[in-house]
T-cell receptor
Framework: DAGITQSPRHKVTETGTPVTLRCHQTENHRYMYWYRQDPGHGLRLIHYSYGVKDTDKGEVSDGYSVSRSKTEDFLLTLESATSSQTSVYFC????????????FGPGTRLTVT | AQKVTQAQTEISVVEKEDVTLDCVYETRDTTYYLFWYKQPPSGELVFLIRRNSFDEQNEISGRYSWNFQKSTSSFNFTITASQVVDSAVYFCALSYSGGSNYKLTFGKGTLLTVNP
């Protein structure tokens, strides 16, 4: 199994508070991704990183920011959490892009009340 | 626009039946990659297979087989002699060049329930 962990695994927070989710990998992969999974929507890309300090937006990036200061860590921040951001968040890693499959972390279940 | 459609939201079969999960994709790229992932009830996402746009060979892995047809933009997944452990949500995904980097777009998934 790919060495990828997410923390926390579960979190309940209040509307308007900032929240940071962490993705940590031990594979030294260059590419890292954040997705959210919602019923009826499948997985949707929030942000991704193609190297340290190199990030770009996905299809549902509004209200989210990311940072990657080290190869192994990719942080997702909800600047001011809203109920619409209640979701399961998955981090993924890949050694390359295009033809390379992505390996997913165990997910973080976030509830915004 | 890049898009993946899994028209079957839910499928229910009885153990030992064969079942096919449909996946239709849209892309303007000539080079692209297709994937299938499995998400069992425990929630993790498991990679099953990758196929590139230049390789239309069908693939068989045990009870699993995949049929890639560029003419119909389809990449269907068949489970032969289904088992209860096959119960999961299955996602089809398309990797396409979105500018300087590739992005992965997923279908909405098909929930397969295999009943004993």
């Amino acid at each position: 199994d790919a060495g990828i962990t997410q923390s926390p695994r579960h979190k309940v927070t209040e509307t308007g508070t900032p929240v940071t989710l962490r993705c940590h990998q031990t594979e030294n992969h260059r590419y890292m991704y954040w997705y959210r999974q919602d019923p009826g929507h499948g997985l949707r890309l929030i942000h991704y990183s193609y190297g340290v300090k190199d990030t770009d937006k996905g299809e549902v990036s509004d209200g989210y920011s990311v940072s990657r200061s080290k190869t192994e860590d990719f942080l997702l921040t909800l600047e001011s959490a809203t109920s619409s951001q209640t979701s399961v968040y998955f981090c993924a890693i890949a050694p390359g892009q295009g033809a390379y499959e992505q390996y997913f972390g165990p997910g973080t279940r976030l509830t915004v009340t | 626009a890049q898009k993946v459609t899994q028209a079957q939201t839910e499928i229910s079969v009885v153990e030992k039946e064969d079942v096919t999960l449909d996946c239709v994709y849209e892309t303007r790229d000539t080079t692209y990659y297709l994937f299938w992932y499995k998400q069992p009830p425990s929630g993790e996402l498991v990679f099953l297979i990758r196929r590139n746009s230049f390789d239309e060979q069908n693939e068989i892995s045990g009870r699993y087989s995949w049929n890639f047809q560029k003419s119909t933009s389809s990449f269907n997944f068949t489970i032969t002699a289904s088992q209860v452990v096959d119960s999961a949500v299955y996602f089809c995904a398309l990797s396409y060049s979105g500018g300087s980097n590739y992005k992965l777009t997923f279908g909405k998934g098909t929930l397969l329930t295999v009943n004993p």
